[in-house]
């Protein structure tokens, strides 16, 4: 049976920035075909113009569907299940989905409509990205244009739920497996660090929290976490049982700066080691460091003693993840590692500790 499409959900407020964070994606996506589901309406479909524009190969205009009768938690059924279908039919499908909620959608509801039998088989949810604004948040606001908020609410006629903003912000850090604080540059350094951690004791165990200015994350922390979201619902429960709320997108209008920055607050580096003889205990080991050391992704493959087979490794936050993918062959008998993180990591210790 042909692997699931992994799909990313993203949420957030309006002018959290989604769009930028997506847009950043998409030109960065190295080759990754990526179709996007934009929940956008009351706007003139702006979003999709902005995204259809990028101009990419990557991102053709075939690759981008808009949903725009109104809130995609409350059109589940009517728009997203047949739009999802659509994409699902084609013959050059996608690697991966990315989708786009409105700011006043509840990531739960879409989550669940994962398990519908007409899209359950073939899509998984690789994981709930949650971007807040960080500035509105640290000044208690939730979005910079509380009236913005409202205002696209109203424009909703399909809107079922009208759910307070710090209750549907509420929600969407309990769905959520990793939380970008974007505009992060905005605020000070102790600030964004209480931050941080504020939202970290609010999400559910495990949940990284990261900092960004315009949206700039690399792609291979933002996609292949491999959650599973769809299974694991009981976790992300609904706060509060709404109707809902809220609002929407986010015409960032820092558009035309320059995106580059944004990678040097990450750094990646290889641990080359021996075989192994436990891969069991190698699993413990490595979610040890993991856990000991804030580091985001860590994938590679592992020798194991005996077996002629390679045995792939990947980690996200704690949970690590291993099959035998492959025979080594005639290539040599060692174990490399990849480790991401924010910068700063302490490169000695970690690989001290992975190579004991």
Same mark, same amino acid.
Request: some cysteine.
């Given at each position: 049976?042909?692997?699931?499409?992994?799909?990313?959900?993203?949420?957030?407020?309006?002018?959290?920035?989604?769009?930028?964070?997506?847009?950043?994606?998409?030109?960065?996506?190295?080759?990754?075909?990526?179709?996007?589901?934009?929940? =956008?309406?009351?706007?003139?479909?702006?979003?999709?113009?902005?995204?259809?524009?990028?101009?990419?190969?990557?991102?053709?205009?075939?690759?981008?569907? *808009?949903?725009?009768?109104?809130?995609?938690?409350?059109?589940? !059924?009517?728009?997203?299940?047949?739009?999802?279908?659509?994409?699902?039919?084609?013959?050059?499908?996608?690697?991966?989905?990315?989708?786009?909620?409105?700011?006043?959608?509840?990531?739960?509801?879409?989550?669940?409509?994962?398990?519908?039998? %007409?899209?359950?088989?073939?899509?998984?949810?690789?994981?709930?990205?949650?971007?807040?604004?960080?500035?509105?948040?640290?000044?208690?606001?939730? !979005?910079?244009?509380?009236?913005?908020?409202?205002?696209?609410?109203?424009?909703?006629?399909?809107?079922?739920? %009208?759910?307070?903003?710090?209750?549907?912000? %509420?929600?969407?850090?309990?769905?959520?497996?990793?939380?970008?604080?974007?505009?992060?540059?905005?605020?000070? *350094?102790?600030?964004? *660090?209480?931050?941080?951690?504020?939202?970290?004791? =609010?999400?559910?165990?495990?949940?990284?929290?990261?900092?960004?200015?315009?949206?700039?994350?690399?792609?291979?922390?933002?996609?292949?976490?491999?959650?599973? !979201?769809?299974?694991?619902?009981?976790?992300? $429960?609904?706060?509060?049982?709404?109707?809902?709320?809220?609002?929407?997108?986010?015409?960032? $209008?820092?558009?035309?700066?320059?995106?580059?920055?944004? $990678?040097? =607050?990450?750094?990646?580096?290889?641990?080359?080691?021996?075989?192994?003889?436990?891969?069991?205990?190698?699993?413990?080991?490595? !979610?040890?460091?993991?856990?000991?050391?804030?580091?985001?992704?860590?994938?590679?493959?592992?020798?194991?003693?005996?077996?002629?087979?390679?045995?792939?490794?990947?980690?996200?936050?704690?949970?690590?993840?291993?099959?035998?993918?492959?025979?080594?062959?005639?290539?040599?008998?060692?174990?490399?590692?990849?480790?991401?993180?924010?910068?700063?990591?302490?490169?000695?210790?970690?690989?001290?500790?992975?190579?004991?």
């Amino acid at each position: 049976m042909a692997a699931k499409i992994p799909a990313t959900v993203v949420t957030g407020f309006l002018g959290a920035g989604k769009t930028t964070l997506i847009r950043h994606m998409l030109a960065n996506a190295d080759g990754k075909r990526i179709a996007l589901i934009i929940n =956008e309406f009351g706007d003139l479909g702006i979003d999709g113009d902005i995204l259809k524009g990028c101009g990419d190969a990557t991102c053709r205009d075939e690759d981008v569907m *808009e949903l725009s009768n109104g809130c995609i938690c409350c059109t589940v !059924a009517d728009e997203f299940i047949p739009t999802m279908q659509k994409l699902l039919a084609r013959e050059d499908k996608p690697d991966h989905i990315v989708i786009e909620t409105s700011g006043p959608a509840l990531p739960q509801p879409l989550v669940r409509a994962f398990n519908w039998p %007409e899209i359950s088989t073939q899509v998984t949810v690789d994981g709930v990205v949650t971007v807040v604004d960080g500035k509105a948040v640290d000044e208690g606001q939730f !979005a910079h244009n509380v009236a913005a908020v409202d205002a696209q609410r109203k424009l909703d006629e399909n809107l079922d739920h %009208e759910t307070p903003l710090s209750e549907l912000f %509420e929600d969407q850090i309990a769905c959520a497996d990793m939380i970008v604080v974007n505009k992060a540059d905005l605020l000070g *350094e102790d600030q964004a *660090e209480a931050l941080v951690r504020k939202l970290k004791g =609010e999400a559910r165990p495990g949940v990284h929290v990261l900092r960004s200015s315009m949206g700039a994350l690399p792609v291979d922390v933002l996609l292949g976490q491999g959650i599973g !979201a769809e299974s694991d619902l009981a976790a992300r $429960h609904e706060v509060h049982h709404h109707h809902h709320d809220d609002d929407h997108d986010d015409h960032d $209008h820092h558009d035309d700066h320059p995106h580059e920055h944004g $990678h040097d =607050e990450f750094e990646s580096f290889v641990v080359i080691r021996p075989e192994i003889e436990d891969p069991k205990a190698f699993a413990e080991q490595v !979610a040890k460091v993991i856990r000991d050391h804030d580091i985001l992704r860590l994938k590679g493959f592992v020798a194991v003693r005996d077996k002629p087979m390679r045995l792939t490794l990947q980690a996200v936050g704690p949970r690590v993840d291993s099959y035998f993918d492959q025979p080594f062959g005639t290539a040599p008998r060692l174990s490399q590692l990849v480790v991401i993180g924010e910068a700063g990591l302490d490169r000695a210790a970690i690989e001290a500790a992975l190579k004991a």
